[in-house]
């Protein structure tokens, strides 16, 4: 699983409350693909929960 997050980040901090193991919200969002592994489900939680629709997810 990859995740990349598209331009258009509101900063709001969803995707780090959701899975901070992987997102870190500063001035925009940015996943740590070297951690995604064993956190997939909150990944995609986060992914989901984007209001945005800037994290994608690929298998």
Wanted: glycine share 6%.
């Amino acid at each position: 699983m990859k995740v990349t997050i598209e331009d258009g980040c509101i900063a709001c901090g969803a995707c780090e409350s959701f899975c901070p193991e992987v997102f870190k919200v500063e001035d925009i969002c940015v996943a740590d693909n070297s951690k995604v592994a064993g956190n997939e489900d909150c990944v995609k939680d986060a992914a989901d929960a984007c209001p945005v629709s800037v994290i994608n997810v690929a298998e």
